[in-house]
């Protein structure tokens, strides 16, 4: 069983940062791509950050230039990084990683979402 937990999220106001973590544990022999997406009221969930093993991350454009993710495989952890938080950027962030666990299967794997809040 594989699981990613996410944390960081909160309250800001417009203007503010904010430091997602997401940290996978479980029956892992290697994850491939990790990412962030974020689903707003009402709204569809929509891919805000994705990172691969060698760190590359690609960027919504409604994030570049504001967020940056990273990625620390040692600890099977991936960040974001949020400044400039606008309330647009209200939503609930999720997690996502392509693992392959320790018997070989191909999984894709979903944390549980952190609330993200911006608003004065």
């Known amino acids: 069983q594989v699981q990613l937990v996410e944390s960081g999220g909160g309250l800001v106001q417009p203007g503010g940062s904010l430091r997602l973590s997401c940290a996978a544990s479980g029956s892992i022999f290697l994850i491939n791509d990790m990412g962030w997406y974020r689903q707003a009221p009402g709204k569809e969930r929509e891919l805000v950050a994705r990172i691969n093993r060698g760190g590359s991350t690609n960027y919504a454009d409604s994030v570049k230039g504001r967020f940056t993710g990273s990625r620390d495989n040692a600890k099977k952890t991936i960040y974001l990084q949020m400044n400039s938080l606008k309330p647009e950027d209200t939503a609930v962030y999720s997690c996502?990683?392509?693992?392959?666990?320790?018997?070989?299967?191909?999984?894709?794997?979903w944390g549980q979402g952190t609330l993200v809040t911006v608003s004065s």
């Open positions: 996502n990683a392509q693992v392959v666990s320790v018997t070989g299967r191909n999984l894709e794997v």
